[in-house]
């Protein structure tokens, strides 16, 4: 165990990461140079198009007699729980900072997340061969941060290959190695009598089942063996354990500080959570490994076939990428606008766009999602609470004691020039300010508190919008809390919407009732008869625009004669409306529903 080095990498979105792990396969001759290609961990076509990292692949390298397990982590803050147990699986964290951008809000959320596990941290500047690099400037920003000396910091192109040798010296010099560090010495584990190991990831596999990866703490694990999940009680028999180089490897066994995988031969992916304990020995009651909890949704959308025909497909194709994935929920939901679908959690929006493009890319169908949506508890009757993810299920007013909505604890990496413009926007989405770092002379870190609902929408659009795309942003859900939070329903021609009705904060519900109704009325077809379109809470009526009517000149075919001719035919289209306007229906075209449900701030 004292030769083996555990470590991730964690950086921001473009800094180089997936290279710089190329740039280690290579040094390391674990993949040749003919084998080797661009982001050689990115398995998914989607992750080599958008040049970010999605799903973490663990790989096991060998250098000067030491090995070294590489988990490379998405860099995303919509996968923080994917993040977390990755770095449970390490004692050592890679932090790699793009030298002429500086440090960012992700790269500062996943370095706290890794400060918190206890690992020993190891900055990296890379892209010191850019023109635009401004290496001391960043060193500068990273002393300040995570206080440490800037002489620390190794510069490194991941691109050229400069300052590879050295990295991975000290990879070996500073990282410790498994034993009685991290996990072992969290649960004071001193021998290795029992077998136990943590799940960091699963992967579905339609022929073999869900194969778990895991990092073993105690013990081994070898083929053929009766092993346990401790969250559920499921037992299972190893038909095959091995390492990551980076394809499966197969192995007699898998030892204690050793980074590996189990094919489980399970057809349920759900049996295997992401941070659950695998155990092998003779306890009747044996502890789990901390750190396990199922992943929660924060962000739902519904997602819906544009023809009707393809129901069943898209409801196979949502089970077939939650068996890969664990944090993808999904429930049947109907709209009267836009038919059968499915309401559908997700991690973040991130999550949600990868879904969306995943559904479209790899099972050729076309779908309709709408605007994301957060979830609400509510407090009724006798101090009951149930969970909201649509304002259709909202209940009565009369039954509400308390509403409360999530809120994100922010922070916005932006150049000092634009701080006045980031604070404004943060105030208007009822923001609370908490605190600003100048890390350097010419950036500052603002800390804010929000709702997650004002975040989810296009905050992070209007940021970078406002900084002309200089500033970065990150969140972390820290709970729920009570606000004035009411449902205001759409009322078309009198008839209520269903779909079309919003969770608002009594504040801003005469603002958001007007764009609505506004919206409505510029993209309605007109009828025969004018159209009231109104919002309310309640009885009471916020909100309201008109779709003017479709007007025959029913007095054209007059050539003259008595005034009194043309004013009974006008009184006689009049009454004609009036009754038109008691019996006619009005059904909110598909087309319409979406540009409301993808409105954007005025």
């Known amino acids: 165990m004292k030769n083996i080095r555990n470590f991730c990498i964690i950086a921001h979105i473009d800094h180089g990461k997936s290279t710089l792990a190329d740039r280690l396969l290579e040094e390391t001759k674990t993949v040749q140079s003919r084998d080797l290609k661009a982001q050689m961990l990115d398995s998914m076509e989607l992750e ?15 250098y000067e007699d030491h090995v070294l397990n590489l988990i490379d982590t998405p860099g995303h803050v919509d996968f923080t729980f994917e993040i977390s147990r990755s770095l449970s699986a390490c004692e050592g964290a890679l932090l790699v900072v793009d030298a002429s951008q500086g440090i960012e809000a992700q790269t500062l959320a996943n370095l706290y997340l890794a400060l918190e596990q206890d690992l020993e941290i190891i900055p990296v500047l890379n892209k010191i061969d850019l023109p ?41 010099e500073k990282i410790p190695s498994p034993d009685n560090n991290g996990i072992r010495k969290q649960c004071g584990i001193t021998d290795d009598s029992e077998a136990k190991a943590l799940i960091f990831d699963s992967v579905f596999n339609q022929f073999r089942g869900v194969i778990a990866f895991m990092r073993v703490v105690s013990g081994s694990i070898c083929k053929g063996d009766k092993v346990k999940f401790l969250s559920n009680g499921k037992q299972v028999d190893v038909l095959e354990c091995g390492f990551f180089r980076p394809t499966f490897s197969p192995q007699d066994e898998i030892k204690a500080g050793e980074v590996g995988y189990i094919v489980t031969g399970l057809k349920d992916a759900k049996e295997v959570r992401t941070g659950d304990t695998i155990y092998k020995g003779v306890s009747e009651k044996p502890s789990m490994l901390p750190g396990f909890k199922i992943p929660r949704s924060m962000v739902f ?14 409801r196979e194709a949502l089970e077939k990428l939650s068996l890969e994935d664990s944090a993808l929920y999904f429930e049947p939901e109907t709209s009267s606008a836009l038919g059968n679908g499915f309401r559908v959690g997700f991690l973040g929006l991130l999550h949600l766009e990868i879904i969306q493009e995943r559904i479209q890319r790899e099972f050729n169908l076309d779908i309709i999602t709408t605007s994301p949506s957060v979830p609400h508890e509510v407090i009724i009757g006798k101090g009951e609470m ?12 009369s039954v509400i004691k308390e509403v409360r909505e999530p809120w994100a604890k922010v922070e916005i990496f932006t150049p000092s020039e634009y701080t006045g413009a980031v604070l404004d926007l943060v105030t208007k989405r009822r923001g609370i300010l908490e605190n600003m770092i100048h890390p350097s002379e010419n950036r500052v870190i603002i800390s804010a508190k929000m709702p997650l609902s004002s975040i989810i929408t296009d905050f992070h659009d209007s940021i970078k919008s406002a900084t002309k795309g200089f500033a970065s942003m990150g969140f972390d859900i820290i709970g729920f809390q009570v606000e004035n939070l009411v449902k205001m329903d759409i009322l078309v021609a009198g008839e209520m919407v269903p779909s079309l009705a919003l969770i608002v904060h009594r504040s801003e519900a005469e603002y958001m009732g007007r764009r609505v109704c506004k919206t409505l009325k510029d993209n309605l077809p007109r009828k025969q008869f004018a159209i009231a379109v109104q919002a309310c809470i309640g009885g009471k009526i916020v909100a309201r625009e008109t779709v003017s009517a479709y007007r025959k000149d029913v007095t054209a075919k007059l050539y003259g004669g008595d005034v009194t001719r043309k004013n009974k035919l006008l009184d006689k289209q009049k009454k004609g409306k009036k009754r038109m306007m008691q019996m006619g229906q009005v059904d909110v075209p598909k087309d319409v529903f979406l540009k409301i449900l993808r409105r954007g701030d005025d």
């Open 132 to 172: 635009s690099a401004d290496p001391e400037r960043v060193k500068t920003e990273i002393s300040n941060t995570i206080g440490i000396d800037p002489s620390e910091v190794i510069g490194v192109s991941a691109k050229e290959g400069t300052g590879i040798s050295e990295l991975l010296d000290a990879i070996i």
């Open 386 to 397: 149930i969970k909201v993810h649509s304002p259709v299920f909202m209940p009565d007013p």
């Open 48 to 62: 080599r198009e958008r040049g970010i990292t999605i799903k973490l692949q663990p790989v096991r390298m060998e």
């Open 301 to 314: 959308a519904g997602i819906f076939p544009e023809d009707a025909d393809d129901f069943v497909p898209l």
